[in-house]
């Protein structure tokens, strides 16, 4: 940090870095808090919602930062992967009973459009190319792609894949918040600073997809 306030940048650059930051570290930290509480217990919905608001700070002074203080495809690509993850599992818990509405669909189109512009950025501009960017782009992709087709299932599908899809994606937001973190913090480590989070990230949704199996759920619900 001493060097970004011994950098020369604006000071309204260094104050949105400093939010950016601050509220990245206690979205990291509330997250981490997030594995040890009971799943679907007020304690995880109120850090759930802490954990949003935290978020939406931080891509917020994200995007803050790449249009007023200078564009960088990386981050952008790390802001857009890191923002849909979270978006959209936080939407899961709202269709899993109505299904996926106009919203949803409209956002993951949005998604795709928003990474492939950014790709096509990427191809004009060599030095603003780097592998870590495409693959969170793919990333975005792929789970907009899903988004798209989840629909098909039906209310069995959603009945039986909701919980296991809100694991996935929100251990997958924590993740990209830790990649991002560690890509601009440890640069010398790059690329294991950006690649390991979501390696961990990944054998994280297994140990729980595995420790709370959704017919589980559904049987507690039924009960409630």
Not at 36 to 44: A, C, N
Request: proline share 4%; with cysteine; charged share 10%.
């Amino acid at each position: 940090m001493s060097d970004i306030f011994n950098s020369g940048y604006a000071p309204l650059h260094v104050l949105n870095i400093g939010i950016h930051v601050g509220f990245g570290t206690v979205a990291i930290l509330l997250g981490l808090a997030q594995f040890f509480t009971r799943k679907g217990g007020s304690m995880h919905r109120w850090i759930g919602l802490a954990y949003l608001g935290l978020f939406c700070v931080v891509l917020l002074t994200a995007m803050i930062g790449s249009m007023a203080f200078g564009f960088r495809a990386f981050l952008a690509a790390l802001t857009l992967s890191a923002g849909y993850w979270l978006i959209s599992g936080m939407r899961t818990l709202r269709i899993r009973d109505c299904g996926p509405q106009r919203v949803d669909y409209a956002a993951a189109l949005t998604g795709i459009g928003l990474a492939i512009t950014l790709a096509g950025f990427m191809r004009s501009q060599p030095e603003q190319s780097t592998v870590p960017a495409y693959i969170a782009l793919g990333n975005v992709v792929m789970i907009c792609l899903y988004d798209l087709a989840r629909g098909f299932g039906g209310a069995a599908w959603l009945r039986r894949s909701w919980l296991n899809e809100h694991i996935y994606k929100m251990i997958g937001s924590h993740g990209a918040l830790i990649s991002a973190a560690g890509g601009n913090l440890f640069l010398s480590l790059q690329p294991w600073s950006i690649f390991l989070p979501p390696m961990i990230s990944l054998i994280l949704v297994g140990f729980f997809v595995l420790r709370h199996p959704l017919s589980r759920v559904n049987r507690a619900s039924e009960h409630t």
